[in-house]
């Protein structure tokens, strides 16, 4: 918006002194003729800016008028500059928005503190996504922030683990970014639940507004859902073979292995015996598969059954006769 724009070259004025109409066109990301422009708009607001002709010239702020933001410390000034954009405020599209504030008070600050800005930006950078995370589209998380911000309620459709899609109409409470993953916190029916965005298949904004509930504590109710989340993984119990110990890491993942692993001791057959925590059995069934046999399940009996019937799918599906002929001598001849 133009009136953003003027408020940010009024502060590059007030804390770089003169610069070139070139320059201010560069900091801003417009033209020249634009910055010609707001120019001639501030000085009809009364503010008192003026320009030197000349390839020394430029434009300038009374001394009278120029100030500074006052109040941060050399330190905090550079906590500042560390902060960037993270991935999940640009899926919510207010990359722009944050960009243009941190700009703002970057300019705004005296010319040596803004100076080290680009000294911190070479030295720090805070990447919040995990390793070997797959990006997740999010659809619908553009609706959902609308609806969040209005306090409009939504019809979603989300997916579950068993049987089919469910349809509910909710109160949007809020949003919560963790781990480069965001999640609905939603009313239905009583206390707040939480579903995770990728997860919905529908959304749907209904044109009516809902009473946020005046004692509702989002940082509260976050910590705890997530405690109570600890409680509620999928808990197996191994046996892993020698040979394959030190390449369980690689299989079962630390996302998987949310609930730190404690091995025991190893038996006779140099196998030992831990306990992981999977968020599904359905995600330990599918990380486990991938282990043949070198993981053993001894608990849950119903992961134990869930890998046999899969595995047993896989012998028919493929069987013996084609893995002979895979490894014939003369596999290749018609």
Known sequence: MRADRLIALLMLLQSRGKMTAQALAEELEVSERTVYRDVDALSSAGIPIYGDPGPDGGYALLDSYRTTLTGLSENEV????????????????????????????????????????????????????????????????????RAVTADQRLVITYRTWAGPALTRRVDPLALVAKAGAWYLVYAHSGPARVQQASNLLDVELLDEHFARPADFDLVRFWQAWCAGREERLYRVTLRVAPHFISALPHFIGDRACIASPQAGPTDAAGRITLDVAFRSLEEARERLLACGSGVEVLAPLALRCTLLDHAEQIVKLYGQADVERALAPNRFLP
């Not at 941190?102 to 000294?119: C, I, N, W, Y």
């Open 78 to 145: 550079r906590a500042l500059f560390m902060l960037s954009v993270p991935p999940p405020l640009v899926d919510l599209g207010v990359s722009d928005e944050l960009k243009a504030a941190l700009r703002k008070v970057a300019a705004a600050l005296p010319a040596t503190f803004s100076a080290g800005e680009a000294q911190i930006r070479r030295r720090f950078y805070l990447d919040p996504v995990w390793w070997d995370q797959s990006e997740t589209p999010v659809p619908h998380l553009r609706t959902l922030h």
